[in-house]
Nanobody, 122 residues
Framework: QVQLVESGGGLVQAGGSLRLSCAFS????????ADWYRQAPGKQRELVAT???????NYANFVKGRFTISRDNAKNTVYLQMNSLKPEDTAVYYC????????????????WGQGTQVTVSS
């Protein structure tokens, strides 16, 4: 079964940093274009950052200059480095990624991870 797995969440004080990771587990799939989303309690899920196959990136205004999305194709992993964290960054963070078959190069769907909790204390 294909699973997209996030890790790296936790509790941090305001001004601190965390790095989230996202990777496919147990499959012959690599990550194509990937997004990080977040959802705070009582709020809608919102797009945080995007990275394409060729490494182009885009950020929501509320994280520009603080968060960096990157990818390590050798490890088939996408990261979200979060610096200067604020209490309002508290949310469950989700990875959403295109799955590309390693062998054929065909697109095999878009998957969501289970989410990882980030809590920033003031």
């Amino acid at each position: 079964q294909v699973q997209l797995v996030e890790s790296g969440g936790g509790l941090v004080q305001a001004g601190g940093s965390l790095r989230l990771s996202c990777a496919f587990s147990g499959s012959n799939l690599r990550i194509g274009t990937a997004d990080w989303y977040r959802q705070a309690p009582g709020k809608q899920r919102e797009l945080v950052a995007t990275i394409t196959n060729d490494g182009s990136t885009n950020y929501a205004n509320f994280v520009k200059g603080r968060f960096t999305i990157s990818r390590d194709n050798a490890k088939n992993t996408v990261y979200l480095q979060m610096n200067s964290l604020k209490p309002e960054d508290t949310a469950v963070y989700y990875c959403n990624a295109d799955a590309i078959d390693y062998s054929s190069g065909y697109w095999r769907g878009k998957y969501w991870g289970q989410g990882t909790q980030v809590t920033v204390s003031s």
